[in-house]
């Protein structure tokens, strides 16, 4: 009894220390991501010799050529064939037999970081969450416990939203919600942890808590159209900003002109900088005003569109990114015109704000699918139950309406587009991970085109088999034979009397495929071969189904933790 406490105790105390230096390096890292940021802008921007030609600014295009040419630079040198972000930390705990690719995620870290520092209209929030759990991966190579190697990348992700937002309940339910998309009792500990550590390190090492300022008052139960009407908006404008977004990154990706994108891109980003400065950067601040209705409507209008087309151009074309940020941004956007609506038809003054975060909610809520944490979120960064209850409102009319014209999220999509659709669970991932060639491959009994019908029989009942397989002089799979067609045929080649249609399967496919073969196959096996069709053994309907039984079950165990 003695030593099963002590043991509980030391795997609690490992478990524990993981989520704190997850939560540290989480917390830090997303601070030192906005914060050199910030200086480097703050360098551009006070350069005493900054240089403008009419009206364009020419220092902030060549940071920008700058940040093009270092990010083109980096993807080249470390052979890089796209950047990672949020997308691969969902998808990587769902495959539950893929490593994480740490490198993949520091790097890409760093690209969004140089294309950050030079002005792109790119967010930070994503990068930051895949670095964290990037980290979490690492600390698991080196600290390893009984936990699932998806609570590590969960805890970075929650470490890494409790620092941006400095909501570490918030935090948690996204890492939950969006990352692990289900809960666990025994990860809930390390997460909790790495979340509250991650907020606290942001306020002790830099005196930071919530990047947005909000003025909370009351709340008008009349809004209540408007506030409905504004999360069908929201869902419409999230919808036309991820399906251009896409249709933009898959033509990019064909025209295989990497540095000449990327150039055009910067160029571009200059330019709509130089017209419209609060397209450029994170925009925070930006994003404040909008909140405290201090932009008039036309502002807010030109500098939204701005802010939409700067952000597909940035993201399309290869200045890489978050989206998270941007749908901040053009939420608090559409939320302040309905706010500046609200005043105008006559309602109090806190509507312009009010307005604007559930335009910030309903629009990150449908782009990032975390709708549950996006609202915590407001609940924690405005303190009021009542901003959050009509967040929650707009939010689930947005989600309501764009999970069915697009999809659950941004990053759903983009897994769907490289096969892997996360709406059919664990499960299907596994079994489509999981190669045939792992099974137990029966060698069969094989025969030459040229066998005669009497020894396909012989030797057909010496193994007690009721089935053969016909191959030609290299071994290459032409044909099946069955114990019925031998004993009809004794005098007979085999060539003469085998079947030419038949179901076979490939050493490469996975257990998915090979379940759908089974389904609509009849007979004793299914036959075998390798990339070259070259006959390698056969194997059982029913080993096919005990393997993906198997699968199936460790999936649920896994979930079940």
Known sequence: MRSAIQGITFELLRMLLVGAIIGISGGVAANLFVLGVLEIDALITSDPMRASFIGFDVTRWLALIAAALLIFGLKRAFDMDRWHGPADTILSTHRVSASFPVRAGFLSTTAAFISASGGASVGQYGPVLHFGSSVGALVRSVLPTKLNPEVYIACGAAAAISAGFGAPIAGVVFACESILRHFSVRALAPIVVSSIIASASTRLFFNRSSPYIVDVSGLDWNLLPLVLLLGASSALVAVLFMSSLLKIITWAEQQNRGLLLILIAATGMALIGSVVPEALGLGTNTVNEFLSGERMASDVALILVAKFIATLLCLGFGLFGGVFSPAVFMGAGVGSLFGILAATLGYPDFALTLMAVCGVAA???????????????????????????????????????????????????????????????????ALSDYRVSKLNIDPGCAFNTNSLGSDVLLQLTAANKTEGYIVDDDDLLVGVVTIIDAMGNQDRSAYTFMSKEFHFLTLQQDLLSAMETAQSFVGEAIPMVDEKNTYVGCITEGAILGAALEQQEAIKGYERN
Do not use: C, H, N
């Not at 915590?376 to 069915?404: D, K, N």
């Open 363 to 429: 629009v990150t809520g449908s782009v990032v699918g975390a709708p549950v944490a996006i609202v915590i979120i407001v609940l924690e960064f405005t303190r009021s139950y009542e901003f959050a209850l009509t967040s929650l409102i707009a939010v689930a009319m947005s989600s309501f309406i764009s999970t069915r014209i697009f999809g659950y999220s941004f990053f759903d999509r983009q897994l769907k587009g490289r096969g892997y659709d996360l709406r059919m669970g664990r499960e299907t991932l």
